[in-house]
Each structure stands twice: as C-alpha cells, then as structure tokens.
C-alpha cells in the first residue's frame, strides 16, 4: 500500500457546526502533516506529527485540533468554521531522510 | 526566513516544445523536491535531489541540483499535453527532517495540442 487516503474528498459545513476529516496511511511513515491549500496557491503548512507527537504546530487557530490516534491514523476536528477557512485540505506523510512525501487526495471543505 | 522563488508563475506552450522551471534561493536546503499537482488532487512527488550538483532524468524530465543546494531547475522536452499542470519545488530546511517543507508558489503548465 503506497496511499495516503483522505476522507471526506469533500465536505460543505456550517460555521457553527463540528466535523473531523480523516487521513490513513500503511506505508509505516512515523511523520504525518496537515495542509492547507487555498486555490492557485502553494500548500501552507498546519501541523506535524512525529512518532504521533505533535512536533510543528504553525500558529494555526484553535477552531483547528489535530489528533494522531495512532501511527496509521491522523485526524482534523474542526468547530466553528469561518468562510476564509475553506480550502483543500491536505494529509502527508513521510519516512525519516530526504524520500519526499506522500500527499493524499485531499478534503474539499466549503464553510457556508 | 527561508523562501523558494519559482518561476515562471504561467507557461503556455505548443506541444513539442522544450520548457525549464527555475526554483530559487539564498537560503541552502537539504533536500529538494518537486511535485505535480492536478486539479482537485493532491501533489504527485516526481523527484528528491539531496546532493549539490545532482542531475536526475525521469523520461523527458530532467532534474538539477545547485552545487550550493540553493536552487533547482526542471527541464521538460518535448512536452505533451499530458504534462498539463501545476508544479511545484519544494525544500526541506537547512538541517533536514525539520518537518517543515517550504514551498514555491508554483508553476502552472498549460501543454496545447
């Protein structure tokens, strides 16, 4: 298995509402990332995840809560949502050394 | 604060023809890499390069590493439609597995038939 697989591929959500997206990986990568990626823009960085610790947390709000369950396994509470915040949300992963990552498909989020 | 200018942003071709996409910088990087991304999916890794210097062929595809580790170019030959989309370099901080992967802002390839 060389996937990292993303659940929801999309999701509509209302500002008051609480949903999680999903991330899952088999390929035994011990680093899991969240991204976000606004349209024609570069992915910016949200959190890592190192050995299931969170390692890299980029001053994202709190209306944002990342879990990591277990080494397979990433996940993204969100709660009370704002308009700016929908986008492509991306999951990777990676093994330690220079090998690059492993994007999933993504989750599109749209905030009404 | 470590930065990759990308460049062009936009490149619009015929298909047949030979292209190159820059990725640049002051700061030196451990690692370089570069992605595809099509619409609505996430990024494709296409390649690392870790050594200054280091050049790697995949198909028509041809990867370089600054001797500095600063920057990297991507040449593609004789480009076809199915080339279409965004790619993008991206480096690993000066002391690697940092976690933090820096971005370009991408280049957007349009392949005409």
């Known amino acids: 298995d060389t996937e990292v697989t993303q659940t929801p591929k999309h999701l509509v959500m209302g500002m008051t509402n609480k949903k999680s997206l999903k991330c899952e990986q088999h390929?035994?990568?011990?680093?899991m990332y969240w991204y976000k990626q606004k349209a024609k823009k570069p992915p910016e960085l949200m959190f890592v995840y190192s050995y299931e610790k969170l390692s890299i947390n980029e001053s994202v709000p709190s209306r944002f809560s990342p879990e990591c369950p277990n080494s397979s396994l990433l996940n993204l509470h969100l709660h009370a949502l704002q308009p700016e915040d929908s986008a492509l949300y991306l999951c990777?992963?990676?093994?330690?050394?220079?090998?690059?990552?492993?994007f999933g498909s993504g989750t599109r989020l749209t905030v009404v | 604060t470590q930065l990759l200018e990308q460049s062009p942003q936009f490149l619009s071709i015929q298909e047949g023809e030979n292209l190159t996409v820059y990725c640049n910088s002051s700061s030196v990087f451990s690692s370089l890499q570069w992605y595809r991304q099509e619409p609505g999916e996430g990024p494709v890794l296409l390649v690392t390069?870790?050594?200054?210097?280091e050049v790697k062929k995949l198909k028509r595809l041809t990867f370089q590493f600054g001797d500095a580790r600063k920057d990297s170019s991507l040449h593609i030959t004789a480009a076809q439609p199915g080339d279409t989309g965004l790619y993008l370099c991206?480096?690993?901080?000066?002391?690697?597995?940092?976690?933090?992967?820096?971005f370009g802002q991408g280049t957007t390839l349009q392949v005409k038939p």
């Open positions: 991206a480096g690993e901080g000066g002391s690697g597995n940092t976690g933090k992967l820096i």
């Open positions: 990777a992963s990676s093994r330690t050394g220079n090998y690059g990552y492993t």
């Open positions: 390069v870790v050594t200054g210097g």
């Open positions: 390929m035994g990568h011990r680093a």
